[in-house]
């Protein structure tokens, strides 16, 4: 029998999908910047099933591809196009929240759950889920954990890596690992689920996972300033550190441009200041007491900032509508950027102390190259991520020669600034195959050889996801 | 030349300790449970010195034993009988904080500080290293690293593993092994710091680590409760974690036995209340605020748990030296157990929600094998971490026939409870060579043909700190 016969004996005729039109939706991003061919697309039911299909692709030596709610921003969910057409597995049958423990602060879910399902799930026990992102209504919890993803949450929660507790993989010969520990301490040898975290389908499929819960926030303040520059944003920032600590849950920055981009494409999308400062600060409290405490330590520090002249303008929220349209800015900005213009998209971080230098010197980096070419900035400052994006008009980016080049030139421009100052390429977004290229070049020959051997150990055949997050070693030179 | 001669010349006479006298503290763990030959102890001063010890001790084939404090309580940090005699290395002269970046909260410390030295550099900034154990004046960074080390703090601030930005490690190979990161963010392939995090010494040798820092608090409020059951002090953890969120920041109990052995051995410790209540909790709110207000808010939780009858007593400290004197029963209770008797300590974690269940069926398993042996218990139990220990007096345990025996069984008997309620048989102390036996028993074999793979991937000639933390694979039968 064929793989496609074996593969429909085991899992049913409904769940292997194979003609064109049936593919086509993943075998191509949801940006439609990557497409390429598939052997098939299978829909597994249980951890069972996925371990059996890994079983038959090994047999065969067809590649795996691992696939979740495909909104990979880096092209590292769909089929490349070179090498065998890979079996596409993908998770959305397995949605099932398995177990939710409240007094533990944990949730077992399996991957193909939504993310917000998963938050859902959580705030109905009162308790949080904090990965919070852009994609989260069509993202999965496996596709998150595979690239630990990032978003708004983290400088309160931290990364999915930070909350994830333990995991269920079907490995690459095609056991299972049940590792789906509920523990807050287990020092019982390696850690191995952060082999798979982040490993983005190259090391296994992660089939379940337990996760942490955390308090549900009650209460939330929430204010809109304008800081003098982006060294008193920092100060700012450390002001509510110390006054707040952990009760300061988003500092998220965005410059002039991106602010005129989004109330300008999006009409219903007001400027909460009466004018359009260079820089914006979201700020965000929340906590699990009364809400007045919260607004009156929003209110405190801002006037200590004021006295120590940091800000130009600022305004705190005073009802839901008006915290929810603040957030609404900040959540629309992909979607305004879209319809603006092309905008080469960065994901850098850099020690937050140095957000001030990296955002000048990239600035200089790319008008070194396209003088004047406006740059719209996006960032979680208070984690150093900040997606610097230089951006062209349509009518400027068909003028440009050869979009592909300069987009790399520009891009690489700015992740040599990161890297002059420690930081990295890649905040949150991953690498799959778009910063291939980046890895080789900026991570250690040990660095990246520790990762190859731990690939080896893992998929010695190289049949998962193969090809994307740690590049092929350089070949020996000929004799 | 000898290995030793080799080493000598490398890192001068001083640096090389051979005679008995000289190794002697380094050859037996503090307890005086564990020891064993050495070749010699090393003291380098560098990572490259570090490096090049372990290139001669590969050329030689000689095992490389990584020793920090030397505060294990699991013997992982002192050599065993058998096999070749290690070189110890010893990092305590690589002692230096390179840098603190307060505005990125983080700092960069060698390997072979303190953890006290490392918690007084973060607070000379107003930042706080968060890790707290029993052992901090004494035990290293690195070893914390090594050991994943738990503490006090675990419940607010994590484990170790959570406050590690990045590593240096000088790999088995010899080579280095630069991953010193500052990020919050960075999603460039495998995380690698996790291989050498709670690895115990196997992978290869952390000479220097970038840490998390978190503000300072500046207030505390401490209460000493007696709650009616475990039961009930679960439910009073539920109460703070709503209410107060982050900022609890301790939820430590005791039982009557533990309060008791303390207060009789170290007269100079009373108990805040008036009457020996079966369990007693200490809880701690911490944050960055005005004190008042989490005096407040402790308070009104315990009128609130007070309401819902789950309290027998309580009492607030209201100075400072109340609430110091709270802390040092907590502090006391290893030394006040070893004047008292023989404890045969365990470590179990289990899911927060199950610790009731897994006290109750402890003592019964316990009782099972010595009836109405007396029981101590300590409990980080907003963890889930119970260290629960059945209690000998010096006379008993003189009387009991096969001592080694008896506690392999009552330990045992402990952890078979412990991993029935899906927990753990070593929740913060590690493996070391004393539960090989339980990682043996207890670990899925494919949990540890994962861990085996990692270990001949990184360390493929077995010589870092060998027969430690991951059992050697069964051989196959005979033919």
Known sequence: MTLIEQLTVLLGAGAVLTAEDDVAGFTEDWRGRYRGPAACVVMPSSTAQVAAVVRLCVEHGVPVLPQGGNTSLCGGAVPGTDGVAPVIVNLARMRRVRTVDAANNSIEVEAGCVLAAVQEAAAAQGRLYPISLGAEGSCQIGGTIATNAGGTGVLRYGNTRDNVLGLEVVLPDGTVWDGLYTLRKNNTGLDLKHLFIGAEGTMGIVTAATLKLHPLPTSHAIAWVAPRSPAAALQLLGLFQSACGASLSAFEMIDANQLRIVTEQLPSRRNPLSALHPWHVLIELSDTGAEDALQTILEQVLTQAAEQDLLLDGVLATSGAQRAAMWEIRHSVSEANKKAGVGLTTDSAVPVSSVPAFIDRATAAVHAIVPGLPIVIVAHLGDGNVHFIPFFTYAEWEAVADPEA??????????????????????????????????????????????????????????????????????????
């Open 406 to 479: 300069m987009a790399q030139r520009i891009r690489h421009s700015v992740n040599d600034v990161a890297h002059s100052l420690h930081g990295t390429f890649s905040a949150e977004h991953g690498v799959g195959r778009t910063l291939l290229n980046e890895m080789a070049h900026y991570k250690s020959p040990v660095e990246l050889g520790l990762m190859r051997r731990m690939k080896q150990a893992i998929d010695p055949q190289n049949l998962f996801n193969p090809g994307r997050l740690v590049p092929d070693a350089p070949s020996a030179p000929a004799h």
